[in-house]
């Protein structure tokens, strides 16, 4: 009988557990997002005059002018793959323009970062979207997006970045 009931009772724990433990936009995640930021300004990935590359058409639903950087950042003293998609629009938007003045037509900045050990069903992807001033970015219930966004309905990123070739989750490869 001791052993059903201590059976039960760590079922009952997980379960509460799993149902407070939202996947994304909890303390510790919106923590992790606002270091990542000061990491990316203090390594010229973020913030003004931050390292850009070629300016390209986007599709659905990332913007219609992008740029990506691929490579490694580094958070307490380890390189992690990071890869940053900043997304501009607004009036007169186009390539030649973004490639001038990039601050002007900046919208929002997505953020993929690899996380050993974070997400082990997903990649271990981290998950964020910036607006372009750093903050971050909700969703319509006001939920901040960092961390594991998500599956389910409406599609977030875990649930239409599955669909990439090659298993890593990542549509752009070099
Ligand atoms: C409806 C589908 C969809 C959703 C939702 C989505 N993405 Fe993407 N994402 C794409 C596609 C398609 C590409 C590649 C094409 C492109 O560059 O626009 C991409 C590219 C990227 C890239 C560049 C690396 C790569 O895979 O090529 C990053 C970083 C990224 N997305 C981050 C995010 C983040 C963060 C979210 C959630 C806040 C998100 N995406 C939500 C479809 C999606």
């Known amino acids: 009988m001791k052993t059903m009931k201590m059976i039960y009772f760590g079922a009952l ?27 990316m300004v203090n390594e010229s990935l973020a913030g003004k005059g931050s390292i850009m590359s070629v300016p390209y058409t986007g599709q659905h639903p990332h913007g219609a002018i992008l740029d990506a950087l691929d490579g490694p950042i580094n958070i307490d003293g380890k390189l992690h793959r990071i890869i940053i998609k900043r997304n501009y629009g607004g009036p007169g938007v186009s390539k030649s323009a973004v490639a001038n003045d990039p601050e002007k037509y ?29 903050s971050l970015d909700t969703n319509p219930a006001g939920m901040k997006l960092a961390g594991m966004i998500a599956k389910g309905k409406p599609k977030g990123c875990i649930s239409c970045h599955t669909a990439a070739p090659g298993g890593d989750m990542v549509y752009n490869s070099d």
């Open 106 to 134: 900046l919208k929002a900045v997505t953020v993929m970062l690899k996380r050993p050990g974070y997400d082990p069903d997903n990649k271990d992807w981290f998950w964020v979207k910036y607006k372009a001033d750093g």
């Open 13 to 39: 724990l997980l379960a509460v557990g799993t149902v407070n433990a939202a996947p994304f936009g909890g303390e510790a995640d919106v923590k992790y997002a606002k270091d990542l930021w000061t990491s």
